[in-house]
């Protein structure tokens, strides 16, 4: 019994030796860190830019509700005229007797109705004139309430994708800032002097902003995406983008590396990220959470384009 116990004790030792010995998983560097925040920088910025344009179509699709139901209200309108008009074609009907022939013509389908207006010489051109207005009235009215209904459902269907997206750019977001815990702020590079003109407003506006809070979907006043900064940087200059990279980059006339000027939109990252040219070869941008608006150069991206609103 003995043996055993002291072979047991020999062998917790040597356990013991041995995990102690074992070197402990070393910490990620700063520049590890900074590596890694940058990739899901990028990542969480693609994500973002989604959110982005399912906001812009959103918005869009509200409009175009609020255009359908103004165009509704005349056509009641127009379908209450018509009926008036049926009603008053009856009464003149009934009282010449032809009663049952009215009765006939308002029965069935619109289309049944039409053709069966022929049999009614009496009541003449006018009036059929106005019969087939209240049929294309009330066809008209059926179509734009279908077209609403669509709307509202593209609407619910848009609601139900930007809070998938929201859900996960929340996740990542989280991440982001665990990972950003250790870093230090880099300090931006100095800022070129603003030219002049709406383009002079734009980068004064955009440099205005430094260091505003990175955070996503953010279109000011003291925080900011990407697409967020630049939208508001023309819009000071009185030029309106939308809140999209991808939407921007359809927006504004293409320039070449060889044309760019300040005030130029410089597009990066397979239009996933967006900043302002400043000249000097810096741009202006919000780059990605849990950082602040700042400088940075040309070049510390892939671009994909250059872009002048305006």
């Known amino acids: 019994m003995r043996v055993r116990f002291v072979a047991l004790t020999a062998a917790a030792t040597v356990l013991a030796l041995l995990l102690g010995s074992a070197p402990a998983q070393a910490e990620p560097t700063l520049e590890e860190v900074k590596k890694q925040v940058k990739e899901k920088g990028e990542e969480l910025e693609k994500v973002i830019e989604e959110y982005n344009g399912a906001k812009e179509n959103l918005k869009k699709a509200e409009e175009r509700q609020g255009e ?64 087939r207005a209240f049929h294309d009235a009330t066809d008209a009215l059926a179509g734009e309430q279908a077209s609403l209904q669509s709307t509202i459902d593209e609407q ?35 800022a070129p002097p603003a030219p002049d003109g709406n383009a002079g407003k734009a980068v004064q506006f955009a440099y205005d902003q430094i260091g505003d809070d990175y955070v996503y979907g953010a279109a000011g006043p003291n925080s900011w995406d990407c697409s967020g900064l630049t939208q508001g940087a023309w819009r000071a200059a009185g030029v309106s983008l939308s809140h999209n990279t991808n939407m921007q980059w359809n927006e504004v006339p293409h320039v070449s590396r060889s044309q760019l000027a300040p005030g130029d939109l410089v597009f990066y990252n397979n239009l996933n990220h967006v900043g302002i040219y400043a000249g000097n070869n810096v741009i202006v941008h919000a780059p990605t959470s849990g950082q602040k608006v700042t400088t940075a150069p040309l070049d510390s991206m892939p671009i994909v384009g250059y872009g002048r609103p305006g």
């Open 68 to 131: 359908i139901e103004e165009q509704l209200k005349p056509l009641s309108d127009a379908v209450a005229v018509a009926q008036l008009a049926i009603d008053g074609i009856a009464a003149s009907s009934y009282q010449g007797g032809n009663l049952s022939q009215v009765n006939i013509m308002l029965s069935g389908s619109p289309d049944q109705t039409v053709e069966r207006l022929s049999l009614l010489s009496q009541l003449g051109q006018t009036q059929i004139a106005e019969i």
């Open 156 to 190: 619910e269907t848009l609601k139900k994708e930007i809070g998938t997206k929201k859900d996960k750019i929340e996740g990542e977001l989280g991440k982001l800032k665990d990972l950003q815990a250790d870093l230090t702020p880099d300090n931006p590079p100095g």
